[in-house]
């Protein structure tokens, strides 16, 4: 049990076009969703916690306009990146929790190329 | 001063070797403390976490937490070389807002 799948894997896209990444738990309900960002040696970044039907809450000095997040049911959410640049090239991982927010299952992850 | 502060490695063991993985966290307000691993290119997966101070062990992995010292350790008994893999240290409190460590890269060779 706690799957979680992203979609896409990997995407390339030119700058100045928007992105949208799902991110779905499979086989349970999560209450809580995570969307997290890693850069090559380093450390998996929090961007944003969200909650079913509730507007995200985002990290500080996470854009919330350029990093639209929606969580439209129990066992999916989204996060779009708007007018992406080379520098938002980054691998992008969600993460689930259901009724322990600490508890989070990782999905694969998105690999987002911005050229 | 960084929140959580994990020697990236890389680290090489025999195969069979016990395996001593280490965090250090500044925030003592952390309440609970997980274990993950990460292959290349993929999420990472968890492994077990531990609330507060003390010891969980699950199989061959041991996770030991000390509150006193800010101090988390991940113990890998005989280890093997599907063992090869980073693994991320992480702390935080019951809202799920984590702080990852940067990761330790372990290779087991056989």
């Known amino acids: 049990g706690a799957v979680v799948s992203q979609h896409p894997s990997r995407v390339i896209c030119k700058s100045g076009t928007s992105v949208k990444i799902e991110c779905r738990s499979l086989?349970?309900?999560?209450?809580?969703m995570f969307w997290y960002r890693q850069f090559p040696k380093k450390s998996l970044m929090l961007m944003a916690t969200?909650?079913?039907?509730?507007?995200?809450?985002?990290e500080q000095g996470v854009e919330k306009d350029k990093f639209l997040i929606n969580h439209a049911s129990l066992t999916l959410s989204t996060l779009t990146v708007t007018s992406a640049h080379p520098e938002d090239s980054s691998f992008y991982i969600c993460?689930?929790?259901?009724?322990?927010?600490?508890?989070?299952?990782f999905g694969p992850g998105t690999r987002l190329t911005v050229t | 001063q960084k929140e959580v502060e994990q020697d990236p490695g890389p680290l090489s063991v025999p195969e069979g070797a016990i395996v001593s993985l280490n965090c250090t966290y500044s925030?003592?307000?952390?309440?609970?403390f997980m274990w993950y691993r990460q292959y290349s290119r993929k999420g990472p997966e968890l492994l077990m976490y531990?609330?507060?101070?003390g010891n969980k062990e699950d199989g061959r992995f041991t996770a030991q937490v000390d509150k006193s010292s800010k101090y988390i350790s991940l113990f890998i008994r005989d280890s093997q070389p599907s063992d090869s893999a980073t693994y991320l240290c992480?702390?935080?409190?019951?809202?799920?807002?984590?702080?990852f460590g940067k990761g330790t890269k372990l290779s087991v060779k056989p």
């Open positions: 925030n003592s307000a952390f309440q609970y």
């Open positions: 531990t609330y507060s101070s």
């Open positions: 086989d349970f309900q999560a209450t809580t």
């Open positions: 969200s909650n079913e039907g509730s507007k995200a809450t985002y």
């Open positions: 992480a702390t935080g409190g019951s809202q799920g807002n984590l702080i």
């Open positions: 993460s689930a929790a259901r009724d322990r927010a600490y508890e989070q299952y």
